[in-house]
């Protein structure tokens, strides 16, 4: 007797593939549906049928593209939880592949729901991958007057100055951990996407009595991340030009904060909210917690490769990146009893680890910088 039987949309990517592991082990039943985007899996080791060799043997695999006509309603059968992973996930990408991106992420979204919507199902619970893309900056403190403060994104001329730092009419600001209930200013189309996806979610969720859990993901990292992939995953890319002994190459002055949450921790996060069965239509924070800059990042790689090459600053800015993000996580805790396990060098010994036994990474940073500026997104 399994506790139930959940289906991971993009369940053979990086995130997906390790909740598939985690639902196996708490005794449920998964399917995984996943079109295998060659972007995303081009680089790894696949089987005969085009599936990353890592994937956990005792899923059901359905090999189809939610947004081709009647995939989703297929792979519903007996299903009675649904992880809603799969998307199209390069910020820096959404800005030129506007369609695409708007496709995938919010198209997906309104014909997955617009079938559950219709009945014929069993779906009790879903989870959804949401980002802390969405937030824009994160939250911000006024060192004048200890209160907090919603800044306005910075401008191209203030960018332009090089003048890296948020700042309140003047006021110097500083950042401290986010919540959910900080105004959304999402500053690409992904996270308009990611935003829009959300939302559908919830409000469909709330009014077929389905309960939903949309987790905003922070920086995920772990094994089976898409090394390959120039847009995605900023340790991965690092560990790639490193292991060319290339310099990481970093943006603006690298003192930009972000939250880097094991793999593991995220996939704990989902599974925890869909065995959970509160009647609940939530939105929680899933990250580490912790503050660390990229520069860090970059010297912490290095170190642990035993590299000795330090991060290139580049003294440039990608167009709608914000300068610092890091999670408030005490939500998921509170209702959930959730909370991260991994501490961060920790888990990036392990994912150097893993990169030694994966397949070389080829470093695509080359090729995504000169697209990016040809696009005067990166200046
Ligand atoms: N990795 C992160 O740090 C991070 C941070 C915030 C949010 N997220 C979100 O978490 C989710 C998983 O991210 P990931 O890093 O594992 O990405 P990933 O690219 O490794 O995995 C996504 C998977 O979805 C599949 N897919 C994409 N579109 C599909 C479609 N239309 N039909 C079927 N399958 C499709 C891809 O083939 C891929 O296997 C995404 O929704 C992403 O937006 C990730």
Redesign the pocket.
């Known amino acids: 007797m399994t506790k139930g039987h959940v289906l991971i949309?993009?369940g053979?990517?990086?995130?997906?593939s390790h909740l598939v592991d985690t639902m196996l082990s708490r005794g449920f039943e998964v399917s995984v549906?996943?079109?295998?985007?060659p972007q995303?899996?081009g680089d790894a080791d696949l089987d005969a049928d085009g599936w990353p060799v890592y994937l956990n043997a005792g899923a059901r695999r359905i090999k189809?593209?939610?947004?081709d006509d009647g995939v989703f309603a297929a792979s519903l059968d007996g299903v009675t939880h649904l992880a809603h992973?799969?998307?199209?996930?390069g910020v820096g990408q959404s800005m030129t592949n506007i369609v695409d991106y708007t496709r995938?992420n919010a198209m997906?979204a309104a014909i997955m729901l617009e079938i559950l919507s219709k009945g014929h199902h069993q779906v009790r619970r879903m989870a959804v991958?949401?980002?802390?893309?969405i937030y824009g900056e994160g939250e911000y403190r006024s060192l004048a007057n200890r209160e907090n403060v919603t800044p306005t994104l910075r401008s191209h001329e203030q960018l332009a100055r090089r003048e890296w730092e948020l700042s309140d009419n003047g006021a110097e600001l500083e950042p401290v951990p986010t919540r959910e209930t900080k105004l959304l200013q999402p500053a690409s189309i992904y996270a308009v996407n990611?935003r829009d996806h959300e939302e559908m979610f919830l409000a469909v969720g709330r009014a077929l009595g389905i309960p939903t859990v949309a987790l905003r993901?922070?920086?995920?990292?772990g094994s089976r991340?898409?090394l390959g992939n120039p847009y995605?995953?900023v340790a991965a890319i690092f560990i790639a030009r490193l292991l060319n002994d290339q310099p990481p190459l970093v943006f603006e002055d690298g003192e930009q904060k972000r939250d880097f949450v094991h793999v593991l921790d995220v996939a704990n996060a989902f599974a925890t909210v869909l065995e959970n069965d509160q009647q609940v239509w939530e939105i929680c924070n899933v990250g580490s917690g912790q503050a660390i800059t990229v520069n860090e990042i970059a010297l912490t790689l290095a170190r642990l490769l035993k590299k000795n090459i330090a991060p290139e600053i580049l003294g440039k800015y990608r167009v709608g990146d914000i300068r610092h993000c890091f999670a408030d996580i005490t939500k998921l805790e509170q209702l959930f009893g959730a909370r991260p396990q991994r501490q961060f060098e920790e888990g990036m010994r392990e994912l150097i680890d893993w990169v030694a036994t994966a397949r070389k990474p080829v470093d695509r940073s080359a090729t995504s910088m000169a697209e990016l500026a040809g696009n005067k997104l990166v200046v």
Do not use: E, P
């Open positions: 949309t993009g053979a990517g990086f995130i997906g549906l996943d079109c295998l985007m995303v899996h189809g593209d939610i947004l992973l799969a998307a199209s996930v995938n997906a991958a949401s980002s802390m893309s990611k993901l922070f920086n995920a990292y991340q898409a995605t995953g």
